[in-house]
């Protein structure tokens, strides 16, 4: 894929060369720790994502309830919650870069396949792996605050009041789509290659993303984009609401990744392709 180029008439400078797609199944890869190891840090992340976020979301409801306060502007409000989601991502994906590669939600864990950056038994174990993370997080939370878990919704996604379950299917498509976008273009080997400090700034664009996308559609789906997350929440709380809507939050994140790998590697990355050619000398 890469070529010289040539520039000034002799100059030759070589291009940088993706590495080779990954395989459909690497069994060599099922005998290395790493891989189990990777797996192991895909459940703890989740597990403390889930944790943190859904405490920050029951704390926020539970400080502005009207029987019990009468603060309406209390607690951490739409603000800090986006604030929580999208820092513990930043703070994790951090973490586990290096271990796992940081997906924590198996619509980045499915983009990335399609994109052929993972094997099939490690996007499915990651899957696995999130979503029992997810389950035990969302425990943990019920366990310390059964009551306040109960009274006010558990963190369960649902689609609010007044939107139909389309609208709530296009937030949850476009929202994922900012997401993997976005971890695409921020762990783009070729941009790392150029720029030496784009690995150590990788998680604070995706920690972004996720901040921005929470304060959008928090009014909407409670924001989803992570169907680990959802689903760990829905089996944790068991409400009739939360398991009616939580097709919603698989179908539209993983809609929403396939397009951003697809946009990404098929038109971003061809387009550069084609642009760089448009630099050699025809000398």
Excluded at 162 to 177: D, W
């Amino acid at each position: 894929m890469a070529k010289d180029i040539e520039v000034g008439g002799g100059y030759g400078a070589k291009d940088y060369e993706d590495p080779p797609p990954a395989q459909l199944i690497d069994a060599e890869e099922l005998t290395k720790w790493s891989f189990y190891r990777a797996i192991i840090a895909e459940f703890v992340a989740t597990l403390l994502f889930l944790y943190i976020t859904v405490l920050t979301v029951i704390g926020y409801k539970s400080q502005t309830d009207p029987k019990t306060s009468t603060d309406g502007c209390g607690g951490v409000g739409i603000l800090g919650i986006a604030w929580a989601f999208g820092g513990m991502i930043f703070v994790l994906v951090y973490c586990t870069a290096g271990i796992s590669g940081g997906h924590i939600n198996p619509a980045v864990t499915f983009g990335l396949f399609l994109a052929r950056k993972v094997t099939l038994p490690r996007a499915v174990l990651y899957i696995v792996a999130q979503c029992l993370g997810a389950i035990c997080g969302c425990g943990l939370v019920k366990s310390f605050q059964k009551t306040h878990y109960n009274t006010y919704g558990g963190g369960a996604n649902e689609l609010a009041d007044g939107y139909n379950k389309g609208t709530g299917l296009g937030a949850e498509i476009i929202g994922t789509f900012v997401l993997v976008y976005t971890v695409f273009s921020a762990t783009d080997p070729k941009r790392n290659a150029r720029d030496s400090h784009v690995p150590v700034l990788a998680p604070l664009p995706i920690g972004f993303a996720v901040f921005m996308v929470h304060l959008a559609t928090i009014p909407i789906t409670g924001t989803g984009i992570n169907p680990a997350r959802s689903f760990g929440a829905a089996v944790i709380y068991g409400k009739e609401k939360a398991w009616d809507d939580q097709w919603i939050f698989w179908v539209g994140p993983f809609i929403g990744a396939a397009i951003a790998a697809f946009y990404h590697q098929y038109v971003l990355r061809a387009a550069a392709v084609k642009a760089l050619g448009s630099f050699r000398s025809n000398a």
